[in-house]
């Protein structure tokens, strides 16, 4: 029986073992490797197949110089204004959020562009603490072996913006049909103000909700300035 348990145990060691290394491994490749799909991606065709539907997925990789300053400015300024000075997770934002909902409030997300690259690319979209775990794993690797500049490129390249709709370009295109090289402030800002919600918002047809966020968001980026995007 003895026996029989350490080599389980044994197993188990270089199961785990494995699996870091290969986690590690393929955080390195995506250093430099163009990503041509997501785990949400997968998700969502799965969701589609079980659903009995066809989902065409919308993506097309654009290199960092090819994504729009506006765009890339207008999503730290919506989702992640302290992106260049945490190291992953941003402890004021999660404190805020905390004391938001222990006071009656809305529980609201606090999780960076970093965290959401690492869901976003190597996990799954539903709530768990085993899910928030590995996402707290990738996002550890990913801010030690990426610059910063690597996490947003990648994010801008993988969020999602609508069914089936994900990456900067599909998005630009999708709304506005231009490259999203070539995206103006406020189109920029629409793009930001649907990513909590993007699947039951529209930046083409904005509510007035996405067009207050978007003003909104528009003084975030005056604030923090072009400049900023040279910090990263």
Do not use: C
């Not at 699996?19 to 250093?31: K, Q």
């Amino acid at each position: 029986m003895r026996a029989w348990l350490r080599r389980l145990a044994r197993f188990l060691g270089l199961a785990l073992l494995g699996w870091v290394g290969l986690s590690i491994l393929l955080v390195l490749m995506f250093r430099v490797v163009p990503v041509g799909g997501s785990m949400v991606m997968a998700e969502r065709k799965l969701e589609a197949w079980l659903a009995g539907e066809s989902l065409e997925i919308q993506h097309q990789w654009r290199a960092w110089p090819a994504l729009a300053d506006s765009a890339k400015l207008a999503v730290l300024a919506a989702e992640d204004q302290r992106f260049p000075d945490h190291h992953g997770v941003d402890f004021i934002e999660l404190r805020r959020a905390v004391t938001t909902s222990l006071n009656g409030g809305e529980l609201r997300g606090a999780s960076t562009i970093s965290q959401q690259t690492a869901k976003n690319l190597f996990l799954w979209t539903g709530r768990s603490w085993v899910r928030k775990a590995l996402e707290a794993w990738f996002t550890l690797w990913l801010e030690l072996l990426w610059p910063k500049e690597r996490i947003l490129e990648v994010y801008l390249n993988i969020v999602e913006w609508d069914d089936g709709v994900f990456g900067l370009e599909a998005a630009s295109q999708h709304y506005f049909g231009v490259p999203a090289s070539a995206l103006s402030t406020a189109q920029a800002s629409r793009l930001a103000a649907i990513l909590p919600n993007p699947r039951g918002l529209s930046a083409s047809q904005p509510i007035d909700h996405v067009l207050q966020r978007s003003r909104w968001i528009r003084g975030q980026m005056y604030n923090l300035g072009h400049a900023y995007l040279d910090r990263l």
